[in-house]
């Protein structure tokens, strides 16, 4: 028998096992890592038997739920038929041609045509790219430079990195490069500000003018916005701000870039967030809830006069080795036609999302609990130090409270001093509750 047939998975991770986001040497020193060995609708199950009711949807995406037959069933039937074909080429296959249509028949009409990449990462970096290419070939090559915001976060490919506004991200990696500017996110609870959020997030956009005004609107080629910033703190954005924040980069000729990879697929109560508050995004990048998990896709949605400037430059040089893999688009085609047999999104919009809001605004006069923000299935709790507000983002409350939380049998995500909330879609009315007892049992405990 070989060495690593006698050692448990817990000893095979440590010994040869990178986790991402993660603080590797303290996980195993303390041993307070988890083996996830299974999963049904929306709990899963770990290797010492614990039933775990997800309160994250697997890391925002698994939308409606674990184990679902008529996605597994599609990708079979699609590993059956064609495993793998590239788009590069002058090539394609099915699945990804149906999936770009639906993509187009499901909102946002402007935006024609859809660039496949396997992450969320993946679908900013292409973004970036392709709106580069877009302004050489329009003959402005001067803009080259990107606006994003504090606590944003696009992901962790290089440039989706510069764009990133969390210094937990950038700062060991040296990062953002030149080209990459922030301006101020409208987080209101960690602003030392006298202005109520309205007011506060009108503030940021005039800031971000004055940036803009600054470097030059003319070297400006998109401006990068999540309609609710999830990592950075699951920050639900003022009345206004959002559209102001559009008619802002529309002013100065600059791009808009949406990033729903959360928010696309009915978190929000909507297929695209961007539609339902009238963003009109000149691109639009989309990932997780697409496929709901079960396999790797991002996709990167542009304008038609985006596509035919494209179009005329040639050869597009750019792509990966899976861009519009048959199988997980497969899987996003049944994922979509799921959620649309099951209504999904009325119910997040009319039934679940109005009942879970209502579960976690009511914390908000918890004792261990500063604020609490939400948008139907995606919400936060901001954290207190016994009874004292915390800013610093390094004191982790979060992923204090989110361990004693899952000492109750539910998953929630840590987040500097708050926890986010965001189950499957297709969680009842009983798994909410049962949800926040769990959390509120958590916080209980947080507050001594």
Not at 166 to 189: D, E, M, Q
Request: with cysteine; glycine share 10%; proline share 5%.
């Amino acid at each position: 028998m070989s060495a690593t047939a006698e050692m448990t998975l817990r000893e095979i991770d440590r010994a040869h096992h990178l986790h991402p986001f993660t603080n590797n040497a303290d996980m195993h020193a303390r041993d307070i890592g988890h083996v996830i060995t299974g999963a049904e609708g929306v709990y899963v199950y770990d290797d010492k038997g614990r039933k775990l009711l997800d309160g994250l949807a697997g890391l925002w995406c698994v939308n409606t739920g674990y184990g679902r037959r008529e996605i597994i069933d599609a990708i079979q039937a699609q590993l059956e038929k064609l495993c793998y074909y590239p788009s590069f080429f002058n090539s394609t296959t099915e699945p990804s041609i149906l999936l770009a249509e639906k993509l187009h028949s499901l909102g946002l009409p402007r935006l024609t045509h859809t660039i496949f990449s396997n992450s969320g990462s993946e679908a900013n970096e292409t973004a970036i790219k392709s709106i580069l290419n877009y302004w050489n070939l329009k003959g402005m090559p001067a803009r080259n430079k990107f606006l994003a915001r504090t606590y944003a976060y696009h992901g962790v490919t290089l440039g989706a990195t510069c764009l990133t506004g969390l210094a937990s991200c950038t700062k060991p990696f040296g990062l953002p490069n030149g080209g990459f500017i922030h301006a101020p996110g409208p987080y209101h609870y960690v602003a030392n500000t006298d202005l109520d959020p309205v007011a506060y997030g009108q503030w940021c956009i005039a800031e971000t003018e004055k940036i803009i005004l600054r470097e030059g609107p003319e070297t400006i080629a998109a401006l990068f916005a999540e309609p609710i910033q999830g990592a950075g703190g699951v920050i639900v954005p003022p009345a206004g701000y959002l559209k102001a924040l559009r008619e802002l980069a529309r002013k100065y000729g600059i791009l808009y870039v949406s990033d729903e990879v959360i928010t696309g697929f009915g978190r929000t109560g909507a297929v695209y967030a961007s539609e339902a508050w009238d963003l009109d995004p000149d691109v639009q990048c989309l990932a997780k809830g697409i496929t709901s998990g079960y396999l790797p896709l991002g996709a990167t949605r542009i304008s038609a006069e985006m596509a035919e400037t494209l179009f005329a430059g040639g050869y597009y040089a750019h792509g990966h080795t899976y861009s519009g893999h048959p199988v997980p688009c497969a899987a996003a085609l049944a994922n979509i036609a799921l959620m649309e047999k099951e209504d999904t999104v009325a119910y997040v919009h009319d039934d679940i999302g109005p009942y879970f809001e209502k579960k976690l605004l009511a914390l908000a006069s918890h004792p261990a609990v500063g604020e609490a923000r939400c948008c139907n299935l995606m919400g936060a709790l901001e954290l207190l130090d016994k009874g004292r507000k915390v800013t610093d983002p390094y004191f982790g409350l979060g992923p204090k409270a989110a361990a004693l939380i899952r000492n109750h049998g539910v998953i929630v995500r840590g987040l500097a001093n708050l926890i986010a909330i965001s189950p499957a879609l297709c969680i009842t009315h009983a798994e909410v509750d049962e949800l926040f007892v769990a959390v509120e049992a958590g916080l209980d405990e947080l507050a001594g």
